[in-house]
């Protein structure tokens, strides 16, 4: 049985925090504890109370950790109180059940009706559904009491609405035997219908040991000086308090002065007041009366252990869940013997006359003077309590369900009318081969169908009536259609239909895999402009832009991109004629088991039997003659070379009765040529037909004796030719090459795909043999006339038709049922509707998409470390893009992300104009990867953000550094700030990928003494940065020559990167003017531009007497320059305090140049041994030091080889980052 | 009649003041509705409300709860939405105009 249970009663406002929504989620709970094996449970949430989903998720996820859940979106701003039944509720409605209809699910749980007074909660129950619907009642007290609680006409009709739902409902589920009888008797629900399911109560209820402290603490914190005793559950006019506190005034008074009387529940002030009036009124002084407002559970829990006894006064319950929760922490309980309360406490003993005080009173003095009858009814407790457990109710459900759905009526279908079909295809007497196809198909179809062909206004020749229609008309009258079937190939017969398919849905028969040549046609010849360009975008994404772009041969490059997504998205289903295309289908999508994809074989009709004599004379070939034939257009693909070779090569060449005959015309000029200079020598007996009609071909096929077809390079397509060949009983040659790989291997003689020449002459040697030509001919013959007949293909067509159409529910069909709701819908209505239906109705198949955030990039390229890590990541993404993933790189803008196509392109060097910049639209298992370091927009994004996890996207930040919090120092107040909202919204992504180790320990770290941190499922990797050696061809200007020289000639150290105190260049210079006063003959090249808080460092440099002789420093080097500066240095000092990587210890080491390094954690993990460390201390002298040391061991050439540093190329890097991006 | 005094005593009490179910209650969240909705339409409102709630943060976290569930709370337009939701919008639009005509 497959289940849905909606769970808005644990999501609305109104229910969530209360007892309804407890239920649910307990119910729910226990009902996948324990039946999610053998049923197929999906949970159904509202995407409009998105703040409820993850918290749900997560529970349920402890119990079942890849439980289904489906989240659907609706309209916001319908709650009764602000709209009563608007439009837009209506639609939500509607929304919400054609939502539920795509889920095909066998019976709809609804966990709470009464909802959507002050909130979005929607839930309806039409008349006439698909699905069985079961619904919890919980009581019916509103209904009931109606002149007090639905006094306001208002509240009145939007809850007779409810009713009237609940009415619907094929199924109750009472928590209550007294809720069953009372729908029984007042909504007249028929008995078989509604099952009392009971409830239970949570495990924490339960006796316990309190201490000492505690309980001084409760009582001292409430008042409490005496034995007292306890009700809870609410202050509401049924609750009966008033009675309860007037039968507690009339007890003796040696009784009232030894128990106090304490309420413990959320209450007004002016309620507090008026039964404190009340009370002194009777007798009592305040200090008897216990008002505790709002407690904890846990505080709850203490005042059910310490109570003396509970009462529960109240004259009308549901259930009565506090009576069960004192009952398990095993207190003597009395209430009400009226409603639910007696099958609760389930002792007569314990009830009294909730409407007679002085019945109350007696009780509650009975209770506390009679220790026996107490200790009786605490044993009574015990055990009956134990009835009411979460397991009971859910099995109680789950057999109700079950009941309901055995005795489910069958759907009869009608089937005195055919349903409507419109269809569209190319037709006789068109030149394509699905003409004939679909001729020969609608001649069966018609049988299953009324249909209108549809067509372009072109002529068309049938042996049998057909209505026909145009475009036009289809357009106007396609909601009238049942069905509508399309047949799509790559050629130009089908062009409209690529165009009319987006907004006509229908089922789709791919009769070619690639349709990349029909796509190129219908742009380049303006029928559609950027059509290519934007299929090429949506199936492959910006790698196959970039090839478009910069290719010189453009049908030499679509070769390689079937760019058939959009159709295969577009289509209600999708028919096949074999099961091979499914590899392609993975190979290019990565998608597998396709749902909505039937593979019908090819129909072949069985051919009228002529007089192959006569034939022969009408095609003027002898008599005697052994025709070995080849059928198609001919090709390279279709190896007819090969056909040749193996011919003139085999024995029968020399037969002078047996030809070789190629039927079928060549488009290939360039080929058609080759052949025939291959076959010049045998040009009697080897003969090209050209292009012949249609009958012709026919007459071929009756009279060859052996069939050749071979083929390479397959593109999805089914051989039509080779099941010719076989239908009209010719014992035929293949290779197992795509679908024909398929074939029968009795009914042909195949070959390997990528066969030897040999094979194939001895395949023909084979075919001499009478006897064997009669066995495999006789073989396919046999398959042609059971699976591919006419008439049975048509039932299977039919089959999968109805079976698209009837298990589905579309988009369009979900359009029109909504354009049929009364009013017109404002644009406002229209426009929430398409978000909310995009939602509803993702693209599917699709490719996954990678949202790379490039926020910043996309408005400047600082050039920094990070941009260039960025920007070789995006690189390799965009060329290499994981199988069945689609990158996209975003931008924040407006509180969203937007494509950032216009940059992308640009980046890639394609035409920036051919996409539009415009918001995304995000689907589950998506990936958001926050790429570039972007703390500003991040921030603006978050709720954004929370949106797209709870879409079911992955949310995954790439972290550089955690300076601004290690190193605070170095950073502006303004600077840290940013940082640590940004790291606050980086801690409730789903994943972080660290540039390297020592970052990600520093983030375990931060979580581990972070005790705020609630995010504990975040997952830390971490990969490494790499850069590429670049073979420089950089030529440099005169005046940088000379400082090259210069800075070659004497031992000069270099520092690479943007001067901020982290950088310690201060220290560094500091050192260097040390090693100058000891006339110790060093250089040192300072390269980076200026940052921040370094105006000091500046002028120092700038006006430092040693500048430009012995001290240099270079603002604004390329890339290019750059790596001339490394090859001309001696080495490399990395004096930064704290970094997140250090590229330039990896650059330095890809020109050997040694590195003198700070002595910090990062540094050792990428240099390992291989660099010369100094103490990690703000001590210029030791700085010094550690220099003239490394001097000391560099004359002698024992000083570490930077080029022993193992390092990453820059793609090396990318592919590891993007492996653990996608695992 | 005890039952009726009782129930017109508490009706009377919950028509004068917020208690649940109350018309003034009802009333009056009504209106924080209708104000919630006109601010997070104007920028410059709602940010001036989220200074003066900042000093009162239950309040603010009561009205948060209040407030549209729906993420974006910010009314749509046609240039603001996806190209697939402009497509549904589209196909919304035709569909509703060929109902209406028939």
Same mark, same amino acid.
């Given at each position: 049985?497959?289940?849905?249970?909606?769970?808005?009663?644990?999501?609305?406002?109104?229910?969530?925090?209360?007892?309804?929504?407890?239920?649910?989620?307990?119910?729910?709970?226990?009902?996948?504890?324990?039946?999610?094996?053998?049923?197929?449970?999906?949970? *159904? &949430?509202?995407?409009?109370?998105?703040? $409820?989903? #993850?918290?749900?998720?997560?529970? @349920?996820?402890?119990?079942?950790? +890849? !439980?289904?859940?489906?989240?659907?979106?609706?309209?916001?701003?319908?709650?009764?109180?602000?709209?009563?039944?608007?439009?837009?509720?209506?639609?939500?409605?509607?929304?919400?059940?054609?939502?539920?209809?795509?889920?095909?699910?066998?019976?709809?749980?609804?966990?709470?009706?009464?909802?959507?007074?002050?909130?979005?909660?929607?839930?309806?129950?039409?008349?006439?559904?698909?699905?069985?619907?079961?619904?919890?009642?919980?009581?019916?007290?509103?209904?009931?009491?109606?002149?007090?609680?639905?006094?306001?006409?208002?509240?009145?009709?939007?809850?007779?609405?409810?009713?009237?739902?609940?009415?619907?409902?094929? *199924? &109750?589920?009472?928590?209550?035997?007294? $809720?069953? #009888?009372?729908?029984?008797?007042? @909504?007249?629900?028929?008995?078989? +219908? !509604?099952?009392?399911?009971?409830?239970?109560?949570?495990?924490?209820?339960?006796?316990?040991?309190?201490?000492?402290?505690?309980?001084?603490?409760?009582?001292?914190?409430?008042?409490?000086?005496?034995?007292?005793?306890?009700?809870?559950?609410?202050?509401?006019?049924?609750?009966?308090?008033?009675?309860?506190?007037?039968?507690?005034?009339?007890?003796?008074?040696?009784?009232?002065?030894?128990?106090?009387?304490?309420?413990?529940?959320?209450?007004?002030?002016?309620?507090?007041?008026?039964?404190?009036?009340?009370?002194?009124?009777?007798?009592?002084?305040?200090?008897?009366?216990?008002?505790?407002?709002?407690?904890?559970?846990?505080?709850?829990?203490?005042?059910?252990?310490?109570?003396?006894?509970?009462?529960?006064?109240?004259?009308?319950?549901?259930?009565?869940?506090?009576?069960?929760?004192?009952?398990?922490?095993?207190?003597?309980?009395?209430?009400?013997?009226?409603?639910?309360?007696?099958?609760?406490?389930?002792?007569?003993?314990?009830?009294?006359?909730?409407?007679?005080?002085?019945?109350?009173?007696?009780?509650?003095?009975?209770?506390?003077?009679?220790?026996?009858?107490?200790?009786?009814?605490?044993?009574?407790?015990?055990?009956?309590?134990?009835?009411?457990?979460?397991?009971?109710?859910?099995?109680?459900?789950?057999?109700?369900?079950?009941?309901?759905?055995?005795?489910?009526?069958?759907?009869?279908?009608?089937?005195?009318?055919?349903?409507?079909?419109?269809?569209?295809?190319?037709?006789?007497?068109?030149?394509?081969?699905?003409?004939?196809?679909?001729?020969?198909?609608?001649?069966e179809l018609r049988n299953h169908y009324d249909i209108d062909l549809i067509t372009q206004g072109e002529d068309?020749?049938?042996?049998?009536?057909?209505?026909?229609?145009?475009?036009?008309?289809?357009?106007?009258?396609?909601?009238?259609?049942?069905?509508?079937?399309?047949?799509?190939?790559?050629?130009?017969?089908?062009?409209?239909?690529?165009?009319?398919?987006?907004?006509?849905?229908?089922?789709?028969?791919?009769?070619?895999?690639?349709?990349?040549?029909?796509?190129?046609?219908?742009?380049?010849?303006?029928?559609?402009?950027?059509?290519?360009?934007?299929?090429?975008?949506?199936?492959?994404?910006?790698?196959?832009?970039?090839?478009?772009?910069?290719?010189?041969?453009?049908?030499?490059?679509?070769?390689?991109?079937?760019?058939?997504?959009?159709?295969?998205?577009?289509?209600?289903?999708?028919?096949?004629?074999?099961?091979?295309?499914?590899?392609?289908?993975?190979?290019?999508?990565?998608?597998?088991?396709?749902?909505?994809?039937?593979?019908?074989?090819?129909?072949?009709?069985?051919?009228?039997?002529?007089?192959?004599?006569?034939?022969?004379?009408?095609?003027?070939?002898?008599?005697?003659?052994?025709?070995?034939?080849?059928?198609?257009?001919?090709?390279?693909?279709?190896?007819?070379?090969?056909?040749?070779?193996?011919?003139?090569?085999?024995?029968?060449?020399?037969?002078?009765?047996?030809?070789?005959?190629?039927?079928?015309?060549?488009?290939?000029?360039?080929?058609?040529?080759?052949?025939?200079?291959?076959?010049?020598?045998?040009?009697?007996?080897?003969?090209?037909?050209?292009?012949?009609?249609?009958?012709?071909?026919?007459?071929?096929?009756?009279?060859?004796?052996?069939?050749?077809?071979?083929?390479?390079?397959?593109?999805?397509?089914?051989?039509?030719?080779?099941?010719?060949?076989?239908?009209?009983?010719?014992?035929?040659?293949?290779?197992?090459?795509?679908?024909?790989?398929?074939?029968?291997?009795?009914?042909?003689?195949?070959?390997?795909?990528?066969?030897?020449?040999?094979?194939?002459?001895?395949?023909?040697?084979?075919?001499?043999?009478?006897?064997?030509?009669?066995?495999?001919?006789?073989?396919?013959?046999?398959?042609?006339?059971?699976?591919?007949?006419?008439?049975?293909?048509?039932?299977?067509?039919?089959?999968?038709?109805?079976?698209?159409?009837?298990?589905?529910?579309?988009?369009?069909?979900?359009?029109?049922?909504?354009?049929?709701?009364?009013?017109?819908?404002?644009?406002?209505?229209?426009?929430?509707?398409?978000?909310?239906?995009?939602?509803?109705?993702?693209?599917?198949?699709?490719?996954?998409?990678?949202?790379?955030?490039?926020?910043?990039?996309?408005?400047?390229?600082?050039?920094?470390?990070?941009?260039?890590?960025?920007?070789?990541?995006?690189?390799?993404?965009?060329?290499?893009?994981?199988?069945?993933?689609?990158?996209?790189?975003?931008?924040?803008?407006?509180?969203?992300?937007?494509?950032?196509?216009?940059?992308?392109?640009?980046?890639?060097?394609?035409?920036?104009?051919?996409?539009?910049?415009?918001?995304?639209?995000?689907?589950?298992?998506?990936?958001?990867?926050?790429?570039?370091?972007?703390?500003?927009?991040?921030?603006?994004?978050?709720?954004?953000?929370?949106?797209?996890?709870?879409?079911?996207?992955?949310?995954?930040?790439?972290?550089?550094?955690?300076?601004?919090?290690?190193?605070?120092?170095?950073?502006?107040?303004?600077?840290?700030?940013?940082?640590?909202?940004?790291?606050?919204?980086?801690?409730?992504?789903?994943?972080?990928?660290?540039?390297?180790?020592?970052?990600?320990?520093?983030?375990?770290?931060?979580?581990?003494?972070?005790?705020?941190?609630?995010?504990?499922?975040?997952?830390?990797?971490?990969?490494?940065?790499?850069?590429?050696?670049?073979?420089?061809?950089?030529?440099?200007?005169?005046?940088?020559?000379?400082?090259?020289?210069?800075?070659?000639?004497?031992?000069?150290?270099?520092?690479?990167?943007?001067?901020?105190?982290?950088?310690?260049h201060a220290q560094t210079l500091e050192a260097f003017e040390v090693l100058w006063s000891q006339n110790i003959?060093?250089?040192?090249?300072?390269?980076?531009?200026?940052?921040?808080?370094?105006?000091?460092?500046?002028?120092?440099?700038?006006?430092?007497?040693?500048?430009?002789?012995?001290?240099?420093?270079?603002?604004?080097?390329?890339?290019?320059?750059?790596?001339?500066?490394?090859?001309?240095?001696?080495?490399?000092?990395?004096?930064?305090?704290?970094?997140?990587?250090?590229?330039?210890?990896?650059?330095?080491?890809?020109?050997?140049?040694?590195?003198?390094?700070?002595?910090?954690?990062?540094?050792?993990?990428?240099?390992?041994?291989?660099?010369?460390?100094?103490?990690?201390?703000?001590?210029?002298?030791?700085?010094?030091?550690?220099?003239?040391?490394?001097?000391?061991?560099?004359?002698?050439?024992?000083?570490?080889?930077?080029?022993?540093?193992?390092?990453?190329?820059?793609?090396?890097?990318?592919?590891?980052?993007?492996?653990?991006?996608?695992? | 009649?005890?039952?009726?005094?009782?129930?017109?005593?508490?009706?009377?009490?919950?028509?004068?003041?917020?208690?649940?179910?109350?018309?003034?209650?009802?009333?009056?969240?009504?209106?924080?509705?209708?104000?919630?909705?006109?601010?997070?339409?104007?920028?410059?409102?709602?940010?001036?409300?989220?200074?003066?709630?900042?000093?009162?943060?239950?309040?603010?976290?009561?009205?948060?709860?209040?407030?549209?569930?729906?993420?974006?709370?910010?009314?749509?337009?046609?240039?603001?939405?996806?190209?697939?939701?402009?497509?549904?919008?589209?196909?919304?639009?035709?569909?509703?105009?060929?109902?209406?005509?028939?």
């Open positions: 049985m497959k289940i849905v249970i909606d769970l808005q009663g644990a999501q609305s406002l109104g229910s969530r925090n209360r007892g309804i929504g407890r239920y649910s989620l307990s119910l729910i709970k226990a009902i996948l504890e324990n039946h999610s094996k053998e049923h197929d449970i999906t949970i *159904l &949430l509202s995407a409009l109370f998105k703040e $409820s989903i #993850e918290d749900i998720k997560k529970q @349920l996820q402890e119990i079942v950790p +890849n !439980i289904d859940i489906k989240i659907w979106h609706g309209l916001s701003n319908i709650s009764y109180l602000q709209n009563s039944y608007s439009t837009n509720k209506k639609y939500t409605e509607q929304i919400r059940e054609d939502f539920i209809k795509t889920l095909s699910p066998d019976i709809v749980l609804n966990t709470s009706l009464i909802e959507g007074y002050i909130d979005d909660s929607t839930i309806s129950i039409s008349k006439n559904l698909p699905y069985l619907t079961a619904t919890i009642l919980y009581d019916l007290i509103p209904y009931i009491h109606h002149e007090h609680y639905l006094a306001d006409k208002e509240v009145k009709e939007w809850y007779h609405q409810r009713i009237q739902n609940l009415k619907n409902s094929d *199924l &109750l589920l009472s928590i209550s035997e007294s $809720s069953r #009888e009372e729908a029984i008797e007042h @909504l007249k629900i028929n008995p078989q +219908n !509604i099952v009392n399911i009971s409830s239970a109560c949570e495990n924490f209820f339960q006796k316990v040991d309190i201490s000492i402290e505690d309980e001084a603490n409760i009582k001292n914190k409430f008042n409490i000086k005496q034995p007292f005793i306890l009700y809870t559950g609410g202050i509401d006019f049924r609750k009966n308090i008033d009675n309860l506190i007037i039968a507690y005034s009339k007890l003796p008074q040696n009784i009232k002065l030894s128990y106090q009387l304490a309420i413990v529940c959320s209450i007004q002030e002016e309620q507090k007041q008026s039964l404190y009036s009340l009370a002194q009124k009777n007798g009592v002084d305040k200090s008897q009366l216990i008002f505790t407002n709002y407690v904890s559970d846990s505080e709850l829990l203490y005042f059910y252990n310490l109570c003396d006894l509970f009462v529960f006064p109240s004259w009308h319950e549901g259930f009565g869940l506090p009576i069960l929760e004192a009952m398990f922490c095993n207190k003597a309980v009395i209430g009400s013997n009226v409603t639910s309360i007696p099958e609760v406490i389930g002792d007569e003993r314990a009830l009294f006359d909730p409407f007679k005080i002085e019945s109350i009173r007696d009780k509650i003095e009975e209770l506390l003077t009679n220790k026996e009858l107490k200790n009786q009814l605490i044993q009574h407790n015990k055990s009956y309590s134990k009835k009411f457990t979460w397991q009971k109710s859910a099995q109680l459900a789950i057999d109700a369900m079950q009941n309901l759905y055995n005795k489910r009526p069958s759907i009869k279908k009608d089937k005195s009318k055919k349903p409507s079909l419109a269809y569209l295809s190319p037709l006789p007497p068109q030149k394509s081969g699905i003409s004939d196809y679909s001729h020969e198909l609608l001649f068309i020749k049938l042996d049998f009536t057909c209505s026909i229609k145009n475009i036009e008309f289809f357009k106007q009258n396609y909601s009238s259609y049942d069905r509508v079937l399309y047949h799509i190939g790559n050629s130009q017969f089908h062009k409209h239909m690529f165009l009319l398919l987006k907004e006509y849905s229908g089922v789709v028969v791919l009769h070619d895999f690639y349709l990349s040549n029909i796509v190129a046609h219908i742009e380049l010849t303006h029928y559609k402009l950027n059509f290519l360009n934007l299929s090429l975008y949506n199936s492959h994404g910006y790698k196959a832009l970039a090839h478009r772009y910069k290719t010189e041969d453009l049908y030499d490059m679509l070769w390689d991109y079937p760019t058939n997504l959009d159709i295969i998205q577009q289509a209600n289903g999708i028919i096949m004629h074999s099961h091979k295309p499914k590899e392609l289908l993975k190979k290019y999508y990565n998608i597998e088991n396709l749902k909505n994809l039937k593979v019908i074989p090819l129909l072949r009709k069985a051919p009228i039997k002529k007089d192959k004599k006569a034939i022969k004379a009408l095609l003027n070939l002898p008599q005697d003659s052994f025709l070995v034939c080849s059928f198609g257009t001919l090709g390279e693909t279709k190896l007819n070379h090969q056909s040749i070779k193996a011919f003139i090569n085999s024995s029968l060449v020399n037969d002078k009765n047996t030809y070789l005959i190629f039927v079928g015309e060549s488009t290939d000029k360039v080929y058609k040529d080759s052949l025939k200079e291959l076959s010049a020598k045998f040009k009697n007996k080897i003969i090209f037909t050209g292009w012949i009609d249609y009958p012709t071909y026919q007459n071929y096929l009756r009279v060859t004796d052996v069939a050749l077809q071979l083929r390479t390079l397959w593109r999805g397509e089914t051989s039509a030719a080779a099941l010719d060949c076989m239908n009209y009983k010719i014992p035929t040659i293949v290779n197992a090459n795509g679908s024909m790989s398929e074939l029968d291997k009795d009914s042909v003689l195949m070959i390997e795909d990528e066969f030897k020449i040999e094979e194939l002459i001895s395949s023909l040697e084979l075919l001499k043999d009478a006897t064997l030509r009669d066995k495999i001919s006789t073989n396919a013959q046999k398959i042609l006339r059971t699976k591919h007949n006419p008439k049975e293909c048509a039932t299977l067509y039919h089959e999968a038709i109805e079976e698209f159409y009837t298990n589905t529910q579309t988009l369009q069909e979900s359009i029109k049922t909504l354009s049929k709701i009364s009013n017109t819908p404002d644009e406002d209505t229209l426009l929430n509707t398409s978000v909310a239906l995009s939602y509803n109705y993702p693209l599917a198949p699709s490719l996954k998409q990678i949202f790379v955030d490039i926020s910043t990039l996309v408005q400047v390229d600082a050039k920094s470390g990070i941009q260039r890590v960025v920007k070789n990541i995006l690189e390799h993404l965009l060329y290499n893009p994981p199988s069945g993933y689609k990158v996209e790189p975003v931008y924040a803008l407006g509180g969203r992300y937007s494509y950032a196509r216009k940059f992308t392109l640009s980046f890639i060097g394609a035409d920036e104009n051919i996409l539009l910049d415009e918001p995304i639209q995000p689907q589950k298992n998506d990936i958001f990867l926050a790429l570039d370091l972007a703390p500003l927009q991040i921030n603006s994004t978050s709720d954004y953000l929370s949106f797209l996890k709870m879409l079911g996207v992955e949310v995954k930040f790439v972290l550089y550094d955690l300076l601004p919090i290690t190193s605070p120092l170095f950073f502006n107040d303004e600077d840290i700030k940013h940082f640590k909202l940004w790291l606050e919204e980086l801690l409730k992504a789903d994943a972080v990928l660290s540039i390297s180790k020592n970052v990600a320990s520093q983030l375990e770290d931060y979580i581990y003494h972070n005790k705020d941190i609630k995010n504990i499922s975040l997952k830390i990797d971490s990969f490494s940065l790499g850069a590429d050696f670049k073979i420089n061809t950089y030529l440099p200007k005169k005046e940088q020559e000379e400082f090259l020289t210069t800075i070659k000639n004497s031992t000069t150290f270099i520092m690479v990167g943007t001067l901020e105190p982290r950088k310690a003959d060093v250089n040192l090249l300072i390269v980076g531009r200026a940052g921040w808080l370094v105006e000091e460092l500046l002028q120092k440099i700038k006006n430092h007497q040693q500048l430009n002789k012995k001290l240099f420093f270079v603002e604004n080097a390329d890339d290019d320059y750059l790596t001339q500066l490394y090859k001309n240095s001696s080495a490399l000092i990395a004096s930064s305090y704290a970094e997140g990587f250090g590229l330039p210890l990896i650059e330095a080491a890809q020109h050997s140049l040694p590195i003198i390094a700070r002595d910090i954690a990062i540094f050792r993990e990428v240099a390992a041994s291989n660099a010369h460390y100094f103490k990690d201390s703000n001590d210029a002298l030791h700085l010094a030091k550690s220099i003239e040391i490394w001097l000391e061991l560099h004359s002698k050439n024992i000083h570490p080889k930077s080029q022993n540093i193992n390092y990453l190329s820059s793609k090396e890097s990318a592919k590891e980052f993007v492996d653990l991006l996608i695992n | 009649m005890k039952n009726f005094l009782t129930w017109f005593k508490g009706n009377t009490i919950a028509w004068i003041t917020f208690a649940p179910q109350s018309r003034p209650r009802r009333v009056a969240k009504s209106l924080i509705f209708s104000l919630i909705t006109i601010s997070l339409k104007n920028n410059s409102i709602k940010e001036t409300l989220l200074v003066v709630l900042n000093h009162f943060p239950k309040i603010k976290h009561r009205l948060k709860q209040m407030k549209y569930t729906n993420y974006e709370n910010i009314p749509l337009k046609l240039h603001s939405i996806s190209s697939r939701q402009r497509d549904i919008f589209e196909m919304l639009k035709n569909t509703n105009i060929k109902s209406k005509k028939s």
